[in-house]
């Protein structure tokens, strides 16, 4: 059976998946785009529903998206949609494409499902704003490690096509889950979770803590920090020296320091 074939940009699916960048069409559908072989591997093997899968071989990079198409296509397990070069550049949003863009169900995470080991590295992000931040935090909590990450007060939408391109499609990889304050704090002490915030106001060095143990990272947004609430209520606070005219790093650096760091302790 031939894969269904679409050639005009004004194509209601084309303006569809245009419509998909907006949280509020998102939000609506419970739907999100996925663009990238990488990013859309990295879906399909954390258990992403892909519903529609667009592909436009004239942008191909690489043998390894013809093979990848093939691939679904025998397994029958995604509706197939060629287009042609014209309405692919209208529907994708990234520069460079690689040809394929897909539709996917939206997941969501409880903190009621969270199965913590017995020494968890859990990441807390307080009101992140920007989506290329988020992405960048996600790859490095990905990659040291953390058991999962938990948004308190995010104004940011987990499926914005910036925050998935710059995690590199890793933003599937890890448990996000989004909760509210005071149910956190309730639920970090019955665990027994050691709470640490990042703050410049401290004399404590993020090296000077004990990551072996159970251990919430606290990090808050990019222009105010970490709330009073947390800053008040956390058992310890750290923060990174700067040797520099500096005074401090960009949020996804300092995470990055901090993480691989209870990797080393860890390790």
Known sequence: ???????????????????????????????????????????????????????????????????????????????LVRMSEDAFNKATYREGPDGIIAIAKQQRHSIHELNVSDAPLLLVLEGIEKPGNLGAILRSAEGAGA????????????????????????????????TEQSFLAKWLTAHKIQTIATTPDTENLHWDIDYTLPTALFFGSESDGLSDLWLSSTDQRIRIPMAGRADSLNVAAAAAVCLYEARRQRS
């Open 1 to 79: 059976m031939e894969d269904a074939y679409i050639q005009s940009r004004q194509n209601d699916q084309v303006k569809n998946l245009v419509k998909l960048r907006e949280r509020k069409h998102r939000d609506r559908q419970e739907r999100f785009l996925i663009e990238g072989l990488r990013e859309l591997g990295h879906a399909i093997g954390s258990g992403y529903s892909i519903e529609t899968l667009y592909y436009c071989p004239e942008y191909f990079p690489s043998a390894e998206h013809t093979a990848f198409i093939e691939e679904r296509r025998r397994a029958d397990a995604t509706s």
């Open 147 to 178: 058991d999962a990450v938990i948004l308190v007060d995010c104004v940011l939408d987990l499926y914005n096509p910036n925050a998935i391109r710059s995690s590199q499609g890793l933003v599937f990889a890890l448990p996000i889950i989004c």
